[in-house]
């Protein structure tokens, strides 16, 4: 079942900060962030594992709550770079062998303005 | 960290001609190799997972004899779109999953299949 995200769409000066926000009705292994730009292929960002495990890029945080299902990405200090469209993608759970790929919410369109 | 090659970039081709797309793990062996597809404005849409030397799995609604998936050995997978009509045009990606310890997965550059 596809993930909810919020907002659909955010625009900030640069500097500012944004929060992002991902949410399932289903049980989650792992949840994974990523930003596209126009006409590209999505870039990784973050993914945050059941039982608090993260990895990702030094200016992108995020939170994952296991009891509610939820995730938030946190983009400080915004940089006119980070413009894109944001999508979470989820795993249901972790088979070994990578055979579930991920389903995708529908993005939050970021625009950074100088 | 983990590469994933894919080819063609960018494709046209005419109407009921078939299309071939090729997605290869550069530095790693991929067992397990997914394809997305992509319209405009829209969310990634898992299309199927191409497992090596046994059948691709498909997600409801994709039709498998239209979408045609090899995986022959542990570094590449192909998707052929057969008899593709302008309806198919899309955004085709495809990914595969980083190898241990990491957990993420890595996307291809995309293939933008264009149908006239």
């Known amino acids: 079942q596809q993930p909810v995200q919020s907002p659909q769409a955010v625009i900030l000066r640069e500097g500012e900060d944004a929060v992002i926000n991902c949410s399932s009705s289903?049980?989650?292994?792992?949840v994974h962030w990523y930003r596209q730009k126009h006409g590209e292929a999505p870039v990784f960002l973050m993914i945050l594992l059941k039982g608090g495990e993260q990895k990702g890029h030094d200016k992108i945080s995020a939170s994952f709550n296991e009891k509610k299902q939820q995730s938030s990405l946190y983009l400080t200090a915004s940089q006119l770079s980070y413009s894109g469209t944001y999508f979470c993608?989820?795993?249901?759970?972790?088979?070994?062998?990578?055979?579930?790929?991920?389903?995708f919410g529908k993005g939050t369109h970021l625009i950074i303005q100088p | 960290g983990a590469v994933v090659s894919q080819h063609p970039s960018w494709v046209i081709c005419k109407s009921g001609t078939s299309v071939k797309i090729e997605c290869r793990s550069l530095d790693f062996q991929a067992t397990t190799m997914f394809w997305y597809r992509q319209f405009p404005k829209q969310s990634l849409m898992l299309m199927a997972t191409s497992n090596e030397g046994s059948k691709a799995t498909y997600e409801q609604g994709v039709e498998k004899d239209k979408f045609l998936i090899n995986h022959a050995s542990l570094t590449l997978s192909t998707l052929t779109v057969t008899s593709a009509h302008p309806e198919d045009s899309s955004f085709y990606i495809c990914?595969?999953?980083?190898?241990?310890?990491?957990?993420?997965?890595?996307f291809g550059s995309g293939t933008r299949l264009t149908v006239v």
């Open positions: 990914s595969a999953r980083d190898p241990w310890p990491f957990y993420g997965y890595t």
């Open positions: 289903k049980a989650l292994y792992s």
């Open positions: 993608g989820t795993e249901l759970h972790y088979s070994g062998g990578g055979a579930d790929g991920l389903t």
